[in-house]
């Protein structure tokens, strides 16, 4: 007789929304529970979209990557994640962070990644729309984000998100947001579609 593995239970979402594209995508806080699916998509993004994403060209991901983003508490470190729903396995496909910081309760860094196959089909704007909504619940009140200044994609939507640039290390750049304002102008927007799914679910 073959031997069972016992499999983690796909945890439930808490938004279900339809992208630009069509697609059925799920919305969920991570857990680090996660920290397996984490590692997984890190290694699926491109060499390029990795090295934006953390300014490294590893091709191995490091332990402590892992081990800091599958950190999360829900508290002190807020993090939520996409679930393609069309795809068979329901494979995750993007996920934000915000971990607080401990000398100013209120302020937070930012940083998400979406799989290069799944870019320009709104995944960000719904992903960091849900994260902000719940660190605003849990009482941070600005987020700060370190871009590559050639991520040019990057540099576009923090500033739609008007986040303000405080200052520039070499080829990083610091922006500063303010998540009420970020927010307002999330809600005011008429694409994607699911920011309208995602705005419901925590006004209710």
């Not at 992903?127 to 719940?134: Q, R, S, V, Y």
């Not at 987020?143 to 590559?148: G, K, L, R, S």
């Amino acid at each position: 007789m073959s031997e069972q593995v016992e499999t983690e239970p796909e945890r439930p979402c808490v938004i279900v929304t339809e992208l630009r594209s069509g697609m059925q995508a799920c919305l969920r806080p991570l857990h680090p529970s996660d920290q397996d699916e984490i590692e997984r998509g890190i290694m699926e993004l491109s060499d390029r979209s990795r090295y934006l994403r953390f300014f490294s060209g590893f091709k191995t991901v490091p332990p402590s990557v892992v081990e800091r983003l599958s950190a999360v508490d829900g508290v002190n470190h807020i993090a939520w994640g996409v679930v393609d729903m069309d795809a068979d396995d329901h494979p995750g496909i993007a996920a934000a962070h915000a971990i607080r910081d401990p000398e100013d309760p209120s302020s937070g860094e930012f940083a998400i990644a979406v799989l290069d196959d799944y870019h320009g089909k709104g995944v960000s704007r719904v992903l960091i729309a849900a994260l902000f909504l719940d660190c605003a619940e849990k009482g941070l009140r600005t987020m700060d984000i370190a871009v590559m200044r050639e991520n040019r994609k990057a540099v576009r939507l923090v500033a739609a998100l008007g986040a303000k640039v405080t200052h520039s290390e070499g080829a990083v750049a610091h922006y500063r947001l303010d998540l009420k304002s970020t927010l307002d102008a999330l809600r005011a927007m008429e694409k994607p579609i699911g920011l309208a799914d995602v705005f419901a679910a925590f006004d209710d």
